[in-house]
């Protein structure tokens, strides 16, 4: 067998390379971008997002037939992303456009149109969305600087339901850590009423024991900790 059918294809990187050896240098630099005195290959600047709100869940069949359609959009290497919504009847697609100003793969609107009609899926072109999108800013830098973390609601409720409750949710949240703060506190203030040694070697002044109110109504301070004791029961 020929070795040379052994060796590994090429990454996209080293493909680039090749295709790109009798490009002048001006159209190369257009593949970076330079920050903070670093250079960063961006093979993309202003690319295309397109939503499809008229999506007829009929067409999309199921959940696993959307998913299919979505692994076989993002087959094309000018779709950079592809989100099929069943349960929606939602498509979203971010692509490399005919007009864009780079060295990729291209495909234009009425293409992707073309494409879905050929897997089963009837869109118009007249009620998509199609608009500019900022490939390096929104999509390559959102890993390192996101704009917000993802919020998700807990098991069992709705995102809108979550936000509602939230608040409350987080006042009691933030009233049971001062509780537990607090006890914390009162529990190592009797640590070192009982071990002196210690507080003076660290510097902490000991409170005075809190007083707590005994069940026949008069008010007694509190034990220290590890004091025992025990109740007599008359006859």
Do not use: C
């Not at 199921?62 to 000018?78: C, G, K, T, V």
């Amino acid at each position: 067998m020929d070795k040379s059918s052994k060796q590994p294809q090429m990454n996209e990187y080293q493909q680039d390379l090749i295709n790109n050896a009798n490009i002048d240098d001006e159209k190369i630099r257009k593949q970076y971008i330079e920050e903070d005195g670093n250079l960063y290959r961006v093979p993309y600047r202003i690319v295309k997002k397109v939503i499809f709100t008229d999506v007829s869940r009929k067409e999309l069949k199921d959940i696993p037939h959307a998913a299919r359609l979505q692994y076989r959009l993002m087959l094309n290497d000018a779709i950079l992303k592809a989100i099929v919504q069943f349960s929606k009847g939602r498509i979203i697609i971010i692509y490399n456009p005919k007009s864009a100003d780079n060295l990729k793969e291209k495909i234009s609107l009425e293409e992707i149109i073309e494409f879905l009609a050929g897997e089963g899926v009837n869109v118009q072109k007249e009620k998509a969305t199609d608009e500019d999108f900022d490939y390096y800013k929104d999509f390559y830098s959102y890993a390192f600087k996101p704009k917000q973390i993802r919020e998700h609601a807990p098991y069992g409720y709705s995102l809108d339901e979550w936000r509602k409750m939230k608040p409350s949710w987080e006042a009691r949240l933030a009233e049971g850590r001062q509780k537990s703060r607090e006890k914390f506190e009162q529990w190592q203030q009797n640590y070192l009423a009982d071990h002196p040694e210690l507080a003076a070697e660290l510097g902490i002044e000991i409170k005075k024991p809190e007083t707590q109110k005994s069940p026949f109504g008069f008010r007694k301070k509190k034990g220290k900790s590890g004091e025992k004791g025990f109740w007599f029961h008359g006859a």
